[in-house]
């Protein structure tokens, strides 16, 4: 199969070196980093989320998996020590947002699901709130509580400008950045996070189909 999943060294950023591949199943959507091990999403439906072990970065090994309810693609994925969410593609019926314990990398198990009635593109937590970019052009920003995963909520949503939907999402202390399709990303206030409010946006003419923060919370976006 295709390797496609794969470990660069970066110690020398002049320098970067390949270290080793491994071949994952479906297309792959997004990642996420955490302690020894990385949280991978994708197309395939017996397996939405990929449990990579990373301890050894010359030769990580895919040690479980998660088979989310229905057959839609995983896009977005975060987690918080053993805590992973998942937001997925929507199909009406099937949650989009899933909230799994991957305590037991080898038997991750769910703690809670939620249908936002549309597509979570990417997602963002802090504290008791999950912050969600959706395909969804009155509702691209998402707020929902996820103090209890056995029974979350939508508490609010903010309708951007524009018409086209939110494709990417991060943050840092009380703020979030969001990038949507139309190219524009936006400064989110979510001090109070049952009312956040645009605080800034810039428009960067193209899609906005990934953001991370780096160098004292400096924006790149991709």
């Keep these: 199969?295709?390797?496609?999943?794969?470990?660069?060294?970066?110690?020398?950023?002049?320098?970067?070196?390949?270290?080793?591949?491994?071949?994952l199943s479906g297309s792959?959507?997004?990642?996420?980093?955490?302690?020894?091990?990385?949280?991978v999403v994708s197309s395939d439906n017996s397996k939405e989320l990929m449990i990579i072990d990373i301890s050894d970065p010359t030769s990580p090994s895919e040690v479980g998996s998660y088979n989310c309810s229905g057959n839609r693609n995983a896009f977005g994925?975060?987690?918080?020590?053993?805590t992973v969410y998942v937001t997925r593609d929507s199909s009406g019926s099937t949650d989009e947002l899933e909230v799994i314990d991957a305590s037991?990398?080898?038997?991750?198990?769910?703690?809670?699901?939620?249908?936002?009635?549309?597509?979570?593109?990417?997602?963002?937590?802090?504290?008791?709130y999950a912050y969600i970019a959706a395909n969804d052009s009155s509702d691209e920003f998402m707020v929902v509580d996820i103090s209890d995963p056995s029974s979350m909520s939508v508490d609010t949503t903010l309708n951007l400008s524009g018409s086209d939907?939110?494709?990417?999402?991060?943050?840092?202390d009380d703020r979030v950045i969001i990038g949507t399709?139309?190219?524009?990303?936006?400064?989110?206030?979510?001090?109070?996070?049952?009312?956040?409010?645009?605080?800034?946006?810039?428009?960067?003419?193209?899609?906005?189909?990934?953001?991370f923060l780096s160098y004292k919370n400096r924006a790149h976006s991709f």
């Design 1 to 23: 199969g295709s390797q496609d999943f794969t470990v660069i060294d970066i110690s020398d950023p002049a320098n970067t070196t390949y270290e080793t591949s491994l071949s």
């Design 28 to 39: 792959l959507y997004n990642l996420w980093v955490e302690g020894d091990y990385a949280y």
């Design 77 to 82: 994925v975060f987690a918080i020590g053993t």
């Design 104 to 128: 037991t990398p080898s038997s991750p198990t769910s703690l809670g699901s939620l249908n936002l009635g549309a597509d979570g593109n990417e997602i963002y937590v802090s504290g008791d």
């Design 165 to 172: 939907e939110g494709e990417t999402i991060t943050g840092f």
């Design 181 to 211: 399709e139309d190219g524009y990303v936006y400064l989110i206030d979510v001090s109070t996070p049952t009312s956040p409010s645009s605080i800034g946006s810039t428009d960067l003419d193209n899609d906005v189909n990934d953001i």
